[in-house]
């Protein structure tokens, strides 16, 4: 008798725990969560002590989502724009204390912790820009999109300066699709399309060294096979070696001889499909796409303009990661560093595509509830 | 008062499912994008790019074969291997270089010695792996060295077959010696096509027969297959094709004559040839002064190489087939034969020699003062006259002279199985036009004829090509290549390859004629200028003293070598071959500077004939093979 209440109550906290949590965007994300610890034990065979760190990162992850799916959009609307400056004076006080890391000024040291503040801005600008936007539902002009552009790219500035051109390119994106799910006028969008291309040799004259030879080596990595170009060689070499049905778990040479760099973090997929192949590419390009649909639906129906904007765009910041991130790997892209989500190794990045999710749930759950 | 606000909010909600939408289809369309990029890679690309990933993986690790040994015609080795430890640094893995070297100093002995060879082996040699600092570490310096390893990365201990020459000096020209393949020489093995079977070979043999025999030395290097990761350290062996090792090399040197001979010499320069007449095979083939070639194997140090390269004795030349010489005297029977054949003069026919020969107002002198009165064909080899050859000469002309000449095979390239073989200068009017510039100086000029018959004047071959023609005489005329290698031998399946004679071409002589002038020669040695370098010789032979002068003398002047410069005396020289009857050896010798031909070269011919025909060591070396044991060596 007794025993049967005991087992009964784990099954009831479990219940109680996963109630208002999406059940297909918790099967996608634990699907793909399962695939990146299959990898990463390839990847970093021999060394279990990633695996360990990365199970603890996936722990404080899922808390994390746990509680973003606990918080109602109105609720989470309210830290918008406190989150917004907060993460902007952080950046500042990167730019001006932070820690170089690989030459960038990237980090942030409180001594207990150390983190990237250009990570909180790429959750902080969607729900500040979102926020915006849902106080001027109905009244939307263009100078409201120009204030909002202008919200956007001062973070932007901030993290390219750093420089860390890929985050950069994230939290722009993160920008840029929730100025365009807020309805920003095809013709301007053209306009600002033109402006870019007119801008694109300023931007290259502002371009570091390093990240001017990743973007030329994309269309001729041969030429510097030992440099710049050395990275995307040996993925695309391990992509194509993998052929239809991969060389099989653990037994990738490409990635157990040494061949892959970073194999463990951004060109953790050159790892999974050399292993996996094309089977296992499509498989996981199919979870993607079905982590995005999701998302995408659940902003489809959700209940107020800011739920709307932000499960819009964060659905499409997932699809940025992962384009980009396969895009780079499989050589069409440049070489910036986005990791591949809920698949690479790391806290920073995990954590924010947690409570990505998190807030997904929530406006998923909460779409009914609220009613204007 | 809300309508329009609310007309808009429902707008904006139309668009913003619109624009999700598209979204969903931009999501959708850039994903088939990867999708396709990766059935690219994956599928059409795929072969090219597993062939990438295998050629990453795998690395084919050459095996150095085992050079093959040199041994004389006994078996006596004169050249092996042994197994050594060195001490080697990978340059490209090491940033301060010398700083490393101080530490190791600590550790290993380093002399100076081996710090300015590595910087020499340095300088010379590109994207080599590694260079020895140090070689044959003994067994404390390799533990030394292995409980410190630590301490230097890109450091490390090898076990290494070196070279060895276990005999140093002797016969040093011969076997030659090995060094480090230069840029020049792997120019070389590419244009033969033999680059590839020298991955992994750091030798090459650079003289001698090491170098003339090397592609049979050398042997076919085997290949390992080696998985390797990015760093390039081997993971695994995956296949493995074993080297073989390079044919042995057996010489038709003798090296105990080889012994005798340069023993002989002492501290002389000099160069002595001692040829099989049947056969062209030679038996010994000397150049003094000699060297270790056991300094050039490890890469020779810079002083040691500015000592033998430096030095006015020049051991490192190989006279034998390099040095070029006025033939001297010994061309008198060579030119006696000539007369005959040509019908220039008879057995009989006979001089007064008053001890100079006039050409228009230029006196000749004998060597002899007041000359050797009647002297006829045969007299004139014997007592060596020259008044007998300036006439002799003059009558036959230059073209006669140089035309039998050429046929002995004198002043062309012999064709000895050595590299670096010199062709020397049979003089002719041709040979003139061609040598200079100047009309003046293009034309030959009669009285240019009567000094060489005396071989002096232009004349000037090499040792290599006096024996040669020397054995032809014994032979009969039949001239053989001279050649040092007897058989090859593959170690592996016992395959043997013998060397043949070649026969170079068979002389038309009369044979009277012939019978004559080998009659004279052992004349010489019984009565003549070599009858006191040949008292009691207990086999007969047939020779000529030559002397050949480096100094010219006025007309009137008188030779005194007390008053000449050590290196301006006359070269001594001696040709022979013996016995008489059916010759088993001929010998060509030179001494630099020795004086009379038959003071320094005769007698030293005379020991080498002695102990080839006879057993017979000379005292000296018969002492010292009690000690060595050399008698015992095979």
Redesign the interface.
Known sequence: MGSGLATLAPRRIAARLAEGLDRPLLAISAALVLVGLVTLYSATHGTPVRLSAQLANLAVGATAMWIAAQIPPQTLMRFAFPAYVGGLGLLLVVALFGEVVNGARRWLDLGFLRFQPSELMKLALPLALASYFHRR????RLRDFAAAAAIAALPVALVARQPDLGTALLVAASGF?VL????IGWKVLAGLGIAGLAAAPLAWGLLHDYQRRRILTLFDPTQDPLGAGYHTI?S?????????GGKGWLRG??AH???IPERHTDFIFAVY?EEF??VG??AL?AL??AL??RG?MI??KAAT?FA?LVS?SL??MF?TYA?VN??MV???LPVVGVPLPFVSYGGSALATLFVAIGILMSAQRHRRLVQT | MHRP??R??EA?LH???M??GI??AV??A??A???A???H???V??A???A???E??ISIVPIAPNRGLILDRNGVVLARNYSAYTLEIFPQRVADLEATIDALGEVVDIQPKDRARFRKLLAETRNAESLPIRTRLSDEEVARFAAQRFRFPGVEIKARLFRQYPHGELASHVVGYIGRISPKDRERLVELGVAANYRGTDFIGKSGIEASYQHELHGTTGFEKV?????GRG?RTLARTPAQPGNNVTLTLDIRLQQVAEAAFGARRGALVALEPATGAVLALVSRPGFDPNLFVDGIDPQSWAELNGSPDRPLANRAIAGIYPPGSTFKPFMALAALELGKRTPKSAIFDPGYFVFGERRFRDSRPGGHGYVDLYKSIVVSSDTFYYQLANDMGIEAIAGFMARLGLGAKTGIDLEGEASGVLPSPEWKMARFRRPEQQKWYPGETISIGIGQGYNAYTPIQLALATAALAANGEMYRPHLVARIDNVRTGERRVIEPVLLRRLALRAEHLEFVKRAMAGVNREGTGARAFAGAGYSSAGKTGTAQVFGMKEGEKYDERRIAEHLRDHSLFIAFAPLEEPRIAVMAIVENGGFGARAAAPLVRTVLDYYLLGKLPEALRQAAEHEGLEGAD
Do not use: C, M, P, W
């Open positions: 539902e109905g009244t939307l699709t365009f799910f807020a309805g040996q695309t070499i391990a992509v194509g070696s993998g052929g239809i040479t490409q001889l040494d061949f499909a192949g094309l590419s499509l390009l993607y796409t995005v649909v995408l902003a489809a303009v709307r819009a659905s499409l699809f384009f396969i895009g499989a050589g069409i | 606000e609310l808009n909010r904006e668009r913003f499912q624009r999700i979204a969903g999501v959708l850039a994903f994008l990867l999708a990029r990766l059935v890679l994956q599928v690309q795929h090219s790019y597993a990438k990933a295998e990453n993986r998985e390797i990761d990015a760093a993971i």
